[in-house]
């Protein structure tokens, strides 16, 4: 069974920038596709981002290109979300994910793709 725990949101005035972590346990994480998802009070969950298993193709919405990158760290089983120039609307909890059945170069945004979740960390900028 897989485990993810998700790390370091918090509250950080727009334009600031927080790192998010997402530890995976109790598998292979090298085989493992990793995305980031969020979700506001009210609203869907909205894809964020993608990597594939070996961290070579990486998928960003278009809300976040050009501010978010994703990375992964296949030794430390770790996968990381930089955000930079943050917005008051990119406030929700975001929410760690795994797709375990990704060929090696496959990014995908559909959430039924992952099945593997975090609990999720809060992120919240105030303006």
Do not use: H
């Not at 995976?24 to 995305?35: E, I, K, L, V």
């Amino acid at each position: 069974q897989v485990q993810l725990v998700e790390s370091g949101g918090g509250l950080v005035q727009a334009g600031g920038s927080l790192r998010l972590s997402c530890a995976a346990s109790g598998g292979t994480f090298r085989n493992y596709q990793m995305g980031w998802f969020r979700q506001d009070p009210g609203k869907e969950r909205e894809f964020v981002a993608a990597v594939s298993r070996g961290g070579r193709n990486s998928l960003l919405a278009d809300s976040v290109k050009g501010r978010f990158t994703i990375s992964r760290d296949n030794a430390k089983n770790t996968v990381y979300l930089q955000m930079d120039s943050l917005k008051p609307e990119d406030t929700a909890v975001y929410y760690c994910a795994a797709d375990s059945r990704a060929p090696f170069f496959r990014v995908t945004d559909k959430a039924p793709e992952y099945d593997y979740w975090g609990q999720g960390t809060q992120v919240t900028v105030s303006s």
